[in-house]
């Protein structure tokens, strides 16, 4: 047993640049849009549906809205009251899926209670699931054929993929198997030839599996339950999770799954929280949107 | 370093007996078949598409037919020249996918070149679909969503359940990301709540993934892949590789991708090739089939 330290104690992980990468991605996208105007005279157009008032919901679409108009494209909310009935939310959507102005449609959830999430998901045109989150998008994942892919997932594989390239071989583990990131992660991952473990609430050694990793993904909403010494020295490190805690002196702050303060004293990359994955969600919902009007337009996918 | 075994020489483990159990299944399915009938006056029936004349795939075919006979449904075999095209295929299955007297649809692959694969297989109806390869039913296995599964890994799922009964917590390795096998059987076992590593061609040292397995897993149509060493003391090991190879003396005998002679002194339980896995694919397809049936008929999967 040795207790020295893999680095020297002033070793720092380069910091994973999230908020500025998923800015140049916002202003790409932007040229793009325009550009695809110019070739096709066509606008791509974002539907967001809002059932219900959750407040931290009512946030997220309106950022969505103002990212997505920002971004030279058609912004469409549609705020929902909370006694909107099945029935009802299913002929709106349906009503998007014909509307040629509409190239993506995205249903905020959670749904209040008496609406089926997994119904109202999978009603949505597969053309237009820019969320990702229908059986149709999920299959063709699974097996390796285009998809509109859910958005964190892809900020994630486009933030590893920009930090070290030809990820073939690497073992990435992923902690958390939830169908919004960690199966789709674990799934693009294996599609770049990592090799992939996947770990979760009855994984009985994560920290041991944990320290296997070339690329550790944590996804879990649990806060600060990765330490330091999970991690491999030199690992590149992405921190999905993102809580708010109240801090002693009653302020708040955003903490990640990852004890920040240990892991970038060990690992080689890390993605800080705030300012690491979570800006790459709405850039990536813009990008699916771009991509779903272009299939849609062209029927191809660049 | 100690080079000591783990077990006394004579160690042995349990053969796993997918013949019996596969014939005791299909027992069982062939009286639930006819109390589906005396309950709905409906037989089950499975349509077999085979195109060109691929001599294994014939003999394949061929037993798929006669055992869903055997199990007391209805057999259908469509046998079409290698010069069928594509428009003429789909047009048969989209007869199939409205026939209410047909439950299942196989396309037997490989098909011949000229007809696409993915399309064929897509343009089965999902609730037909008894070889659980469309989009639908993947992305439904993908996202914990009740599905038609795959047969093979299918198979080895009940196999294991019949063995180990809860699995939640143990380590399963897939050596094989097919999407034929690794990974919907990955995905099972993640909803089985294994923790599950994926392991593959770019891998680096398979071997020392390997062997941290409670559960192994071999489908890569690499013969003799697995070593003994590559096992850990105890494990549960399920071989889906089979190759049919030539002895000097000219006779042919049929190996897995474990070395089995040396996987048999270490393993806790192991699968034997043949008897092993193999049999359990066809009683999966009989299992499916009438699954679908009962779906299709009464619109619950039980």
């Known amino acids: 047993m040795s207790t020295s330290t893999p680095f020297p104690s002033d070793h720092h992980a380069t910091l994973i640049d999230g908020k500025g990468f998923a800015a140049d991605l916002r202003a790409k996208i932007r040229e793009d ?21 959750d407040p931290a919901s009512e946030v997220y679409v309106r950022n969505k809205a103002i990212q997505t ?14 006694t909107t009935s099945e029935p009802e939310l299913l002929a709106l959507i349906e009503r998007l899926n014909n509307d040629p102005e509409i190239h993506g449609i995205l249903v905020q959830l959670p749904l209040p ?14 053309e237009k699931d820019v969320d990702g989150l229908g059986e149709i998008n999920a299959g063709r994942l ?18 590893l993929k920009d930090q070290l390239g030809d ?5 990435a583990v992923v902690i958390g198997a939830s169908n919004l990131v960690g ?15 996947i770990a979760h609430i009855h994984t009985r050694d994560t920290a041991a ?34 809580t708010r805690v ?17 892991a970038v004293k060990v690992a080689g990359r890390i993605t800080p929280v705030p300012g690491g994955v979570g800006p790459m969600t709405i850039a990536c919902l813009l990008k699916n949107t771009l991509t779903a009007a272009r299939l849609l337009v062209t029927g191809k996918p660049e």
């Open 33 to 53: 849009v325009r550009t695809f105007h110019d070739e096709h005279g066509v606008t791509p157009g974002l539907a967001v549906i809002l059932v219900g008032n």
């Open 69 to 82: 108009h920002h971004a030279g494209m058609r912004s469409f909310m549609h705020m929902l009251p909370e």
């Open 113 to 126: 209670n008496g609406l089926d999430a997994r119904r109202v998901t999978n009603a949505i045109r597969p």
């Open 142 to 159: 699974a097996i390796d054929l285009p998809s509109l892919v859910p958005c964190t997932p892809l900020g994630c594989l486009m933030l």
């Open 167 to 171: 990820m073939r071989g690497q073992h």
């Open 183 to 197: 199966k789709p992660l674990a799934l693009l991952l294996l599609a770049e030839g990592c090799t992939v473990s």
């Open 209 to 242: 599996l944990a320290r296997q990793a070339d690329i550790l993904v944590v996804a879990t909403g649990v806060r600060e339950l990765v330490h330091g010494d999970w991690i491999k020295p030199g690992a590149t490190v992405i921190d999905v999770g993102i």
């Open 246 to 262: 109240t801090l002693e002196n009653g302020k708040t702050k955003l903490v990640g799954d990852v004890v920040f303060d240990e």
